[in-house]
Structure formats: C-alpha cells, structure tokens
C-alpha cells in the first residue's frame, strides 16, 4: 500500500498548552490558563485584564495565552521580537525595524 505524502498528518503539538489534541488557534489557554500551568514556547502568560507579562506578584490575577510574534521577521508564535535571531544591527526607528547607521 502506498502512502500519499500529501495526505500523512504530522504530529501536531499546541504551542501554548503542549497537548496534542488540538492546535493554538483553538486552545483554551487563548482564554484562560489555569493557576499554576505554565506556557509553552508559543507564548506567554499575560494578566486578562491588563495584558501585563507575568501578572501581578502577591495579587489574585486571571491569566491567557499570548502568541509570540516578531515584528522584524513577521514570525508567529516562534520568538518575540527581543528574541529575532536578524535582529543584530537594527534598531526600532518610528514604531519600525530599519538598519542601524553606524559611525565609522
């Protein structure tokens, strides 16, 4: 028998909560991640209320899932633009990425 590549599913991984069962568009982390669960690479933990990183120490605070993304080389839930493996040499210039001038 022969298998259609075309057809194969991959292993697909949710890149917020790390199951295997659904993809991070649908993930319920998106909404709410229950205290004490981390998340996984795809994103990060903000408060739901003020989208604070991390949340609040010593606070009661509700926490989502938020995907990463790159401003400098579009990537999505990869890395976070701090992060971009092209950053060297550019800095934001207008809310924009653009080459940095460098005095010689």
């Known amino acids: 028998m ?5 057809t194969v599913v991959h292993d697909v991984r949710c890149r917020f909560c790390l199951r295997e069962d659904h993809v991070v568009t649908i993930c319920p982390y998106r909404y709410y991640v229950p205290k004490g669960e981390k998340v996984g690479p795809g ?3 903000v408060c739901i209320c003020c989208q604070k990183e ?5 606070e ?5 899932a ?3 993304y790159c401003r400098i080389c579009s990537s999505t839930y990869d890395h976070r633009t701090e992060d971009c493996p092209v950053k060297k040499g550019r800095e934001i210039v207008g809310g924009k990425f653009q080459s940095a001038m460098v005095d010689s």
């Open 66 to 68: 938020v995907g990463n």
């Open 54 to 58: 991390g949340g609040h120490p010593g």
């Open 43 to 45: 994103g990060k933990l």
């Open 60 to 64: 009661e605070w509700v926490g989502k």
């Open 2 to 6: 022969m298998i259609d590549s075309s």
